[in-house]
C-alpha cells in the first residue's frame, strides 16, 4: 500500500513562511509526478503545484506563483512545499497526491493521497 504522509503545517502570521513535507513509502515513485493541493472551508480542493521526479520540471497555478516553490529530494523519497509571504486566504488543508498522468492540475488525474496538513495564516 503506498502512502503518502505530510508535515510542516501550523499558525503562522500574514507574511511569515512555512515548509510542508511529503514523505512517500516507495521508491517507485520516482515514476510518479508528485503535486500539492488544499482546500478551504467550504471550497473545492485546488492545484496549487507539481514536480516530476525525473527531472525536475515543475508546474505552479497563477495564485501562488513567484511565492511557492516545490522541490524534491529523491534519496528521501520526500517532496516539499516552501511557502514565502502567506496571506489569510492561504488558510487550508493542504494536501499531497501522486499521479502518472504528468504535469496536471486536475485532482481526478490523481491516485495517491496524503492525510492533509492544516496551514493557518492570521492577519
Known amino acids: 500500500q503506498v502512502q503518502l504522509v505530510e508535515s510542516g503545517g501550523g499558525l503562522v502570521q500574514a507574511g511569515g513562511s512555512l515548509r510542508l513535507s511529503c514523505a512517500a513509502s516507495?521508491?517507485?515513485?520516482?515514476?510518479?509526478?508528485m503535486g500539492w493541493f488544499r482546500q478551504a472551508p467550504g471550497k473545492e480542493r485546488e492545484f496549487i503545484a507539481a514536480i516530476s521526479w525525473t527531472i525536475g520540471m515543475t508546474y505552479y497555478a497563477d495564485s501562488v506563483k513567484g511565492r511557492f516553490t516545490i522541490s524534491r529530494d529523491n534519496a528521501k523519497n520526500t517532496v516539499y512545499l516552501q511557502m514565502n509571504s502567506l496571506k489569510p486566504e492561504d488558510t487550508a488543508v493542504y494536501y499531497c497526491?501522486?499521479?502518472?498522468?504528468?504535469?496536471?492540475?486536475?485532482?481526478?488525474?490523481?491516485?495517491?493521497w496524503g492525510q492533509g496538513t492544516q496551514v493557518t495564516v492570521s492577519s
Open positions: 497526491a501522486a499521479t502518472r498522468a504528468g504535469l496536471v492540475p486536475h485532482t481526478t488525474l490523481y491516485d495517491y
Open positions: 516507495e521508491r517507485t515513485f520516482s515514476s510518479y509526478v
